[in-house]
C-alpha cells in the first residue's frame, strides 16, 4: 500500500458518505444536495471521526465550479432568456438589491463593516440554478411560462454573480477591514484604476473568446467528433472546459468559473453542443458532488448552538424576505398570482454561488468565517424547505383567494392585455383557431395559418409576446387558458377550433371541459410526448391528439415513399 493516499480516500469517503446521505435525503423529500452537504460535515474537520484533506477537497472543488459553469454555458440561450428579458431582468436586479440590502442591514449590526457586509448580502441575494432546475423538473414547469421567468431569473442573477466575482478581488483591499495598526491608502483614484484594469482584461477575454473561440472550439469539437471515438470527444469537453478556465485565470485573471462558463457558451454554438452536454453529464455530476461536500467541511455546526439568533435572521431573509420581494416584483409587472408565488419559492433557497462568494470573501479577508457558516447553515435549511415551499405554491394561492378580497382582486385585476383590443377585426372572431401557446409548435402552426389566411387568437401566458404579437396586428391574449376568462375573451364561443401547442398534460382536460362548455361544437387538437398520454388524451377530450415521435416518423416515412415510389401520395 503507497503511504499517501490522502486523495483517494478523500475521494472515497466523500463519495461513498455522500451516496448514502444522498439516498437518505431523497427518501426524506429533500433534495439530494442537502445530502452531499451533510456528508461534507461528516468528513470535515469540525466534526469526530475521519477527517479528509480539506486543501484537496478545495481543488476538487474548484475543477466541481469548472465544470458546473461549463454546464450552465451549455445551457445558456440568450433567446430564451430574451423572451422574458422584460421581467427576468430588472425582477433580478431589483430582487437582487433588496436581499443585499437586507443581508447588508443585518451584518452591519453585527459590526462586520463594509465589505463584510456587502458579501454577506450578495451571499443571500442568489438562488441555486441546480436546486431551482431539479425542482422545476419534479413539477414539470420546466418548460412552462412560470418555469422560464424563473430559469431567466436565476441566469440574470448568475450572470450579476459572475461580474461580482471578477469585480471582488480588485476592490478587496478596499472594502475588507484594516489591520490592526494598519492604514488604507487607496483613493478613489486607486479604485476606478484597479476596477477599470480589471474590467479591461475582462473585456479582452471576453472580446477573445467571441472573435476566436467561437469559432475555434465548435470546429475543434466536429474534428474530434469527425474520429468516432466516444472517449476522445469526451476528453476534448472536459480539456475546453478545465483548460479554458484555467488559461483566463492565468492570463487574464478572470475567474476559473467566467472562464469555464464563456466556454460553454462557445461550444455551444457548435451542432454537437448536446452530445457535448450528455458527454459530460456524469463527470459534472460526479465533480459537483465532490463540490458541496468540500463545501460541507468548512461548516462549522457549532454556529447553530453558539448563534441561533443570526441563523434565525438569515434564514428569514431567504425565506421571506427574498420571496416577498419576488412577489412584488411580478405582480407589478401585471403577471397572475401563481405566477408570482411560483417565482417566489424559486427564489427562496441559496447555493452554490453563495458558496463561492463566501469563500471567496473569507479568503480575501473581507468577511469572517462564522459569516461562510451562517450562509452553508442558511444553503442548508433553505434547500431542504424549497420543495416543501415549491408544493405548498397552490394551496397557498386557493387560501388566499379563499379568504383574501385583495388577493382576489390581484388575480381579477384589470389588464390591459387580458382582453382583445375594442378594434380588433369581427371577421377575424368568427369561426377563428383559438391558438394555446406561442412556443416552437404554436408559431409554426400560427404561420400556416396566416399563410392560408385562417383566423386565430393566441392565448399565451408570456405577456412579452401577447404584447409583441398585437404590435404586428396578431389578435392575442394574455393569460392562462385553464380559466374560463381567457378562453371567453379569445371568443372560444365562436371558434371552430381549439388548438393546445403546450404540453401540459394536467392541466388540458380543464381547458378542454371549458371549451366544450362555451361551445359544444368545437373541434379539439392536442399534442403530447408519448402513447400512454395520447391514448387517454383521446378517450378524455374526444379530440385530435398528435404524438411527437408518430408525426416525425410518418413525416420521413412520407419522404422516404415519395422519393422511392413516384406514384405515392400521402395517406395512402
Known amino acids: 500500500m503507497p503511504h499517501d493516499v490522502s486523495l483517494i480516500a478523500t475521494i472515497a469517503f466523500g463519495f461513498g458518505i455522500a451516496m448514502v446521505l444522498g439516498l437518505l435525503a431523497t427518501k426524506l423529500n429533500m433534495p439530494p444536495l442537502v445530502g452531499y452537504l451533510v456528508a461534507g460535515i461528516v468528513v470535515g474537520p469540525n466534526s469526530p471521526g475521519f477527517v479528509a484533506d480539506v486543501g484537496l477537497a478545495g481543488q476538487l472543488a474548484e475543477i466541481g465550479v469548472m465544470l458546473l459553469m461549463f454546464g450552465v454555458g451549455l445551457h445558456f440561450s440568450l433567446q430564451d432568456l430574451m423572451a422574458v428579458r422584460r421581467i427576468a431582468v430588472p425582477g433580478a436586479i431589483v430582487q437582487i438589491a433588496v436581499a443585499t440590502t437586507l443581508g447588508m442591514a443585518v451584518s452591519w449590526f453585527w459590526d462586520w463593516g463594509l465589505g463584510g457586509s456587502l458579501v454577506f448580502g450578495l451571499c443571500l441575494s442568489v438562488a441555486s440554478t441546480v436546486v431551482l432546475l431539479r425542482a422545476l423538473e419534479a413539477k414539470n414547469l420546466l418548460k412552462s411560462v412560470n418555469g422560464q421567468i424563473a430559469v431567466g431569473w436565476l441566469v440574470v442573477e448568475d450572470l450579476v454573480m459572475v461580474l461580482v466575482l471578477v469585480l471582488m478581488p480588485a476592490v478587496a483591499e478596499v472594502l475588507a477591514p484594516p489591520s490592526p495598526g494598519a ?126 439568533l443570526k441563523l434565525l435572521a438569515v434564514v428569514t431573509i431567504i425565506l421571506v424576505g427574498k420571496t416577498v420581494a419576488a412577489v412584488a416584483i411580478v405582480l407589478l409587472f401585471r403577471y397572475p398570482f401563481n405566477t408570482a408565488l411560483t417565482v417566489g419559492a424559486s427564489l427562496a433557497q441559496i447555493g452554490e454561488f453563495s458558496f463561492i462568494l463566501a469563500g471567496m470573501g473569507v479568503a480575501l479577508h473581507m468577511m469572517p468565517a462564522e459569516g461562510q457558516s451562517l450562509v452553508l447553515a442558511g444553503a442548508l435549511i433553505s434547500i431542504a424547505l424549497n420543495a416543501s415551499l415549491f408544493a405548498a405554491v397552490d394551496p397557498i394561492r386557493r387560501w388566499l383567494l379563499a379568504r383574501s378580497e385583495f388577493a382576489r382582486r390581484l388575480e381579477l385585476r384589470d389588464d390591459p392585455l387580458s382582453e382583445l383590443p375594442m378594434s380588433t377585426d369581427p371577421r377575424l372572431l368568427t369561426k377563428q383557431v383559438v391558438l394555446v401557446g406561442y412556443g416552437r409548435v404554436g408559431r409554426r402552426i400560427a404561420r400556416s395559418l396566416s399563410e392560408n389566411h385562417i383566423p386565430y387568437v393566441v392565448a399565451e401566458q408570456n405577456r412579452e409576446l401577447v404584447d409583441a404579437l398585437r404590435k404586428k396586428g396578431v389578435p392575442a391574449v394574455s393569460g392562462d387558458a385553464q380559466t374560463p376568462e381567457v378562453l371567453i375573451q379569445a371568443h372560444v364561443t365562436r371558434a371552430a377550433m381549439l388548438v393546445i401547442a403546450i404540453p401540459d398534460t394536467v392541466n388540458v382536460r380543464q381547458m378542454v371541459e371549458i371549451a366544450r362548455q362555451l361551445n359544444p361544437e368545437i373541434q379539439i387538437v392536442l399534442r403530447t410526448h ?41 395517406g395512402h
Open 183 to 308: 492604514v488604507h491608502t487607496f483613493s478613489m483614484g486607486d479604485i476606478g484604476t484597479t476596477v477599470g484594469i480589471t474590467l479591461a482584461k475582462v473585456t479582452a477575454f471576453v472580446v477573445l473568446m467571441l472573435v476566436v473561440g467561437r469559432r475555434v472550439l465548435p470546429r475543434l469539437l466536429w474534428w474530434v467528433a469527425r474520429t468516432g471515438s466516444r472517449e476522445l470527444f469526451t476528453l476534448s469537453v472536459v480539456a475546453v472546459a478545465v483548460g479554458v478556465a484555467f488559461g483566463a485565470a492565468r492570463l487574464f485573471d478572470v475567474s476559473f468559473a467566467l472562464g469555464a462558463f464563456f466556454a460553454g457558451m462557445m461550444m455551444r454554438e457548435s451542432e454537437f453542443s448536446h452530445r457535448a452536454a450528455d458527454e459530460s453529464l456524469p463527470l459534472r455530476d460526479a465533480f459537483a458532488v465532490l463540490f458541496f461536500v468540500s463545501v460541507g467541511m468548512l461548516f462549522d455546526p457549532a454556529v447553530i448552538i453558539q448563534q441561533p
Open 530 to 570: 408519448n402513447d400512454e398520454e395520447a391514448e387517454l388524451l383521446q378517450k378524455e377530450t374526444q379530440g385530435t391528439v398528435f404524438q411527437g415521435e408518430h408525426e416525425l416518423a410518418r413525416g420521413m416515412t412520407d419522404h422516404v415513399l415519395k422519393q422511392l415510389l413516384p406514384g405515392h401520395a400521402r
